[in-house]
Nanobody, 117 residues
């Protein structure tokens, strides 16, 4: 069955950095566009970044210039390098395969990112 496992979250001070990882299994990873999403407490889940099978990565305006998404198809992994973190980046971060405007698979457990002094 499909599994998405996110890791790398934690507590970081404003201005700090974190790198998140997501490993997928049970599907042909290299053929999927992959997205990072986040959900802050009391808010809807939102798209942060999308990396296609080939081509340029797209970012939400709120993270553009601070976050970098990459993929390693040999390891079935996508990463999210997050720099210059702000308190408003605090959320649970998830990854999923993206099909049009939808996600393809059940959500994983996510990884908590807390930006606070």
């Amino acid at each position: 069955q499909v599994q998405l496992v996110e890791s790398g979250g934690g507590l970081v001070q404003p201005g700090g950095s974190l790198t998140l990882s997501c490993t997928g299994s049970g599907f042909l990873f290299s053929t999927e566009a992959m997205g990072w999403y986040r959900q802050a407490l009391g808010k809807q889940r939102e798209l942060v970044a999308v990396i296609p099978r080939v081509g340029a990565t797209n970012y939400a305006d709120s993270v553009k210039g601070r976050f970098t998404m990459s993929r390693d198809n040999a390891k079935n992994t996508v990463n999210l390098q997050m720099n210059s973190l702000k308190p408003e980046d605090t959320a649970v971060y998830y990854c999923n395969a993206r099909s049009g405007m939808n996600v393809r698979f059940p959500w994983g457990q996510g990884t908590q990112v807390t930006v606070s002094s």
